[in-house]
């Protein structure tokens, strides 16, 4: 058993049978990794989307300039990590399925539930960390959405999730494949 937190609630999930690393199974079937560090690169790069369609919306109301700006910074966003944030959701639902095999279907849920409540709360905390009083900060604004521009705020950019990342986007893929042809 594992205790798995999210979202500020711990619950137990049977991880006996967890594949550690990819393989393939005897039948051919691509089996991905499922691991912690797996898990927090996902809650990261969901996160990570939730924040920059908050920002995009944030930014928005400080005036058209600032709207037209952070909308397009938001889409060259997605652009460079839709693949990536696919993978984090497809890799979320793997697990989901996981956990209701083992636990029940509540439990899937209250799993699926957990993860995207801790990626909101973390994306809710960096933007009060930006814009500590809620304002509609031009300056703020500015700064953040040029570090969109540049790329540094691209998940694959991200020093602890970056491989992980990666490593995780090829996996789903070979996974989607493998259940394409089955």
């Given at each position: 058993?594992?205790?798995?937190?999210?979202?500020?609630?711990?619950?137990?999930?049977?991880?006996?049978?967890?594949?550690?690393?990819?393989?393939?199974?005897?039948?051919?079937?691509?089996?991905?990794?499922?691991?912690?560090?797996?898990?927090?690169?996902?809650?990261?790069?969901?996160?990570?989307?939730?924040?920059?369609?908050?920002?995009?919306?944030?930014?928005?109301?400080?005036?058209?300039?600032?709207?037209?700006?952070?909308?397009?910074?938001?889409?060259?966003?997605?652009?460079?990590?839709?693949?990536?944030?696919?993978?984090?959701?497809?890799?979320?639902?793997?697990?989901?399925?996981?956990?209701?095999?083992?636990?029940?279907?509540?439990?899937?849920?209250?799993?699926?539930?957990?993860?995207?409540?801790?990626?909101?709360?973390?994306?809710?905390?960096?933007?009060?960390?930006?814009?500590?009083?809620?304002?509609?900060?031009?300056?703020?604004?500015?700064?953040?959405?040029?570090?969109?521009?540049?790329?540094?705020?691209?998940?694959?950019?991200?020093?602890?999730?970056?491989t992980v990342l990666g490593?995780?986007?090829?996996?789903?893929?070979?996974?989607?494949?493998?259940?394409?042809?089955?």
């Amino acid at each position: 058993m594992a205790l798995l937190c999210t979202g500020g609630t711990a619950f137990a999930a049977d991880t006996t049978e967890v594949v550690m690393d990819s393989r393939y199974s005897s039948d051919g079937g691509f089996l991905p990794a499922v691991n912690a560090a797996r898990d927090a690169a996902a809650g990261y790069a969901l996160s990570r989307a939730m924040l920059t369609n908050v920002l995009a919306k944030h930014c928005s109301g400080v005036d058209i300039a600032h709207a037209l700006r952070a909308d397009e910074a938001r889409n060259r966003w997605w652009q460079h990590n839709s693949d990536t944030v696919g993978a984090a959701k497809a890799y979320v639902q793997l697990q989901r399925a996981i956990v209701q095999v083992k636990q029940g279907e509540a439990a899937g849920t209250q799993y699926r539930d957990g993860v995207m409540a801790q990626a909101k709360a973390d994306a809710i905390a960096t933007m009060e960390s930006w814009f500590p009083e809620g304002e509609q900060d031009g300056a703020t604004c500015d700064k953040v959405v040029d570090e969109y521009f540049a790329g540094t705020r691209d998940i694959n950019r991200s020093e602890e999730f970056g491989t992980v990342l990666g490593r995780l986007e090829g996996d789903m893929q070979a996974y989607k494949d493998a259940q394409r042809t089955e």
